[in-house]
Each structure stands twice: as C-alpha cells, then as structure tokens.
C-alpha cells in the first residue's frame, strides 16, 4: 500500500527532481481530473498543461486560478467534445500543433459520467457513455503514444483492478447493456488495450488506476430524474463524510504520473496504488485477450469514423 504520506512527500520534492513537464489532461474540468490537474500546477516548477474540454468560457475562471498556482506555469485550453472519435482525432492534431516539435510527458484521461439512462447511441453510433469512459481514452492513448517523452507516461482514471468476465461475442454491448455490464467491460477492455499498448511502445507506462470512492459529484450529473435528485442531494452528502476527497485523489493520481517504480509497461492499479491482478484479467491475458481487444478496437474505431 502506498499512504496518503508517502503520495504527499513525493509529489513535494518533485520541483528538485522534475521542475519542467509537459502534460495533457482529458477530463480535467471537474472532479477527480481537475484535482489532479491542481496538484500538477502546484508541485511542478514549470508546468506547461493542454487541458482539453467542451466549454472555455466555463473554465476561464479555473484558469485564472491555475495561474495564480504557478505564475511559471503554461496552460492552453482546447475546446473539443471529446465523446466523438472524429473529433478526438483533430483535437490530437492541434495538440501536435501546440507543442511545434516538443514532445509530452504525461497524459491524463479522466473524462466520462454512468450510463444510467440505458444505450444512449450517439452520432458515431456508439453509447456516449461508453464511448467517453473506453473508446475516447484508448484513442487518445493510441494518438498520442508516439508524441510521448522515453518513459512517458499515459494514467487513465477509471478501473484498474476491477475487471471482470464480459460478455465475450458483444463487446460493444449492443445486445445486452446495462450499468452494471458496462462498468466491467470498460474496466477489462481498457486493461487490455493498455497491454497491447505497451507491447507497442515498450518504453512507455500506461497506467489504469482505480480512483476508490470520492467525493466528486459524478452520479448526481450522471443520473436524471428522481434518481438524479436523490444522488445528488442525499447519497453523495452522505457519501462525502467517509469517502475520499477529491484533491487527495488527485495527489495520488500525480504520484502514479510521476514516482520511479511506475515506469514501462501496462499497470493496473487499485485505489491503494497497488498492482492488482484481478483473476478475470489473468484469465485474459493467458489467452491472447490483448490482441483480440486492439483488434476490436480499430474494427470500431473504423466504424465510428464511416458513420
């Protein structure tokens, strides 16, 4: 297990050993993204952070903030819906054009809410809600790869260590989608993709990391109705008394981009920032799973895109 105080007595001396990164957050204008995207302005000496979100005019003022952070600090909105594969791929290219030749060294992918309502297709023809939370993230994994540092680093904030069976011949979960069915698969699916991403670029560490409970406000924007209503103004009040905070989690998530012992390779880690090697995933693995996966997963990138 890695304490809270461990996470906290490395990211501070990181000004010492790590003044300078570049660093690209997906997500990061709420919850746990946006604490870990408060932590990177904080601990870095010179930051420089491409923050990709729907709305610059809502974040301006989070900007504003940042800056007061780290006046030393660079940070760049660029506004993409990134639940679209198509616009994923433009936004990757201004990404290369904003960094004229430079290379990245973190990558942080958080965005996403529940599927609560059932399949909601959207215009690629895939859930928007399972589009954000799988398709999205490994597509700007895949994209943005090859712009990373030797020993870059990709964390995806999901599930790591919570994968389970899927249902093998329905991937997409066209047929047989529910809250449930969607969280498993986007966990294994995403565990393996980031396998067959390290096999690619051996250099490299992909990271999914399971966050744990936090208090950040995701089910009462992801629910509507009375659902919504009582996630948002009974569950999660209660929730947040035992519960992790926010920026706490985005320490942790900081650490992962930036302590020693996470270099290369595919990792999945749980919310105590162990690796974990969920049965399920084992299974997977030993069977061939990551291929089958990356090959699944151009299958519906090309899909998406001839829609």
Same mark, same amino acid.
């Given at each position: 297990?890695?304490?809270?105080?461990?996470?906290?007595?490395?990211?501070?001396?990181?000004?010492?050993?790590?003044?300078?990164?570049?660093?690209?957050?997906?997500?990061?204008?709420?919850?746990?993204?946006?604490?870990?995207? #408060?932590?990177?302005?904080? +601990?870095?000496?010179?930051?420089?952070?491409?923050?990709?979100?729907?709305?610059? $005019?809502?974040?301006?003022?989070?900007?504003?903030?940042?800056?007061?952070?780290?006046?030393?600090? $660079?940070?760049?909105?660029?506004?993409?819906?990134?639940?679209?594969?198509?616009?994923?791929?433009?936004?990757?290219?201004?990404?290369?054009?904003?960094?004229?030749?430079?290379?990245?060294?973190?990558?942080?992918?958080?965005?996403?809410?529940?599927?609560?309502?059932?399949?909601?297709?959207?215009?690629?023809?895939?859930?928007?809600?399972?589009?954000?939370?799988?398709?999205?993230?490994? #597509?700007?994994?895949?994209?943005?790869?090859?712009?990373?540092?030797?020993?870059?680093?990709?964390?995806?904030?999901?599930?790591?260590?919570?994968?389970?069976?899927?249902?093998?011949?329905?991937?997409?979960?066209?047929?047989?989608? $529910?809250?449930?069915?969607?969280?498993?698969?986007?966990?294994?699916? +995403? $565990?393996?993709?980031?396998?067959?991403?390290?096999?690619?670029?051996?250099?490299?560490?992909?990271?999914?990391?399971?966050?744990?409970?936090?208090?950040?406000?995701?089910?009462?924007?992801?629910?509507?109705?009375?659902?919504?209503?009582?996630?948002?103004?009974?569950?999660?009040?209660?929730?947040?008394?035992?519960?992790?905070?926010?920026?706490?989690?985005?320490?942790?998530?900081?650490?992962?981009?930036?302590?020693?012992?996470?270099?290369?390779?595919?990792?999945?880690?749980?919310?105590?920032?162990?690796?974990?090697?969920?049965?399920?995933?084992?299974?997977?693995?030993?069977?061939?799973?990551?291929?089958?996966?990356?090959?699944?997963?151009?299958?519906?990138?090309?899909?998406?895109?001839?829609?």
């Amino acid at each position: 297990m890695v304490s809270l105080s461990e996470v906290r007595s490395s990211n501070a001396a990181l000004p010492r050993g790590q003044g300078t990164l570049t660093a690209v957050f997906v997500g990061a204008t709420s919850g746990i993204g946006l604490a870990t995207l #408060r932590s990177y302005a904080t +601990h870095i000496s010179n930051p420089t952070a491409l923050i990709i979100g729907r709305n610059r $005019s809502k974040f301006a003022s989070e900007l504003g903030n940042l800056r007061s952070l780290n006046p030393a600090g $660079s940070f760049t909105f660029l506004e993409a819906d990134v639940s679209l594969i198509k616009n994923i791929d433009a936004v990757c290219e201004s990404i290369k054009q904003q960094l004229s030749g430079a290379k990245v060294d973190l990558v942080y992918l958080s965005q996403g809410y529940v599927g609560f309502n059932g399949r909601e297709t959207n215009a690629e023809g895939l859930d928007n809600s399972f589009s954000l939370r799988y398709y999205g993230r490994i #597509r700007f994994a895949s994209r943005l790869a090859p712009l990373l540092t030797p020993n870059g680093r990709v964390v995806s904030v999901l599930g790591g260590g919570q994968e389970g069976k899927m249902i093998e011949d329905d991937l997409d979960l066209e047929r047989n989608y $529910s809250v449930g069915q969607a969280m498993v698969h986007s966990a294994t699916l +995403h $565990s393996l993709s980031f396998d067959q991403l390290a096999k690619q670029y051996p250099d490299k560490a992909f990271i999914h990391a399971f966050p744990g409970l936090a208090s950040t406000g995701l089910l009462g924007h992801s629910a509507t109705g009375v659902l919504g209503v009582a996630f948002k103004w009974i569950v999660e009040p209660l929730m947040s008394l035992f519960v992790a905070k926010p920026a706490d989690v985005g320490e942790r998530m900081l650490y992962y981009g930036t302590a020693p012992q996470f270099q290369r390779g595919s990792w999945t880690l749980n919310e105590k920032g162990e690796a974990k090697e969920v049965a399920a995933l084992k299974e997977y693995r030993e069977k061939g799973w990551a291929e089958k996966v990356g090959e699944f997963n151009v299958k519906m990138f090309e899909r998406a895109l001839q829609v």
